[in-house]
């Protein structure tokens, strides 16, 4: 599968942004996706996933209430809506894709290319 981030850019203290994930072939449904983030220092981070069915998420401690995972496997795509965002969550944004159920960056082995968010205060 090849995926594809988009949706970043620069926003200030408290707004939103709506990152998409686009993937390429007809079995993205049997995928579980997961978005990370990378600030300019620091490791990789996990943000949020969702299963396969798009019945299951998760979400780190930092974003729980502020971001929302949904996917629509009708159009290869998994969204990351992002709400009241802070200058902390300024990051390269990527989304990545594996037939296992992991918060772990190294389980997955397909990647987006990644997409920048900056948050300004």
């Known amino acids: 599968v090849q995926l594809q981030a988009s949706g970043g850019g620069l926003v200030q203290t408290g707004g939103s942004l709506r990152l998409s994930c686009a993937a390429s072939?007809?079995?993205?449904?049997?995928?579980?996706v997961a978005w990370f983030r990378q600030a300019p220092g620091k490791e990789r981070e996990f943000v949020s996933r969702?299963?396969?069915?798009?019945?299951?998420?998760s979400y780190a401690d930092s974003v729980k209430g502020r971001f929302t995972i949904d996917r629509d496997n009708t159009r290869n795509t998994v969204n990351l809506e992002m709400n009241s965002l802070k200058p902390e969550d300024t990051a390269v944004y990527y989304c990545?894709?594996?037939?296992?159920?992991?918060?772990?960056?190294?389980?997955?082995?397909?990647w987006g290319q990644g997409t920048l968010v900056t948050v300004s205060s």
């Open positions: 990545a894709a594996d037939r296992i159920v992991s918060n772990y960056s190294g389980a997955y082995a397909y």
């Open positions: 969702i299963d396969r069915e798009g019945g299951s998420t």
């Open positions: 072939g007809r079995t993205f449904s049997t995928y579980h």
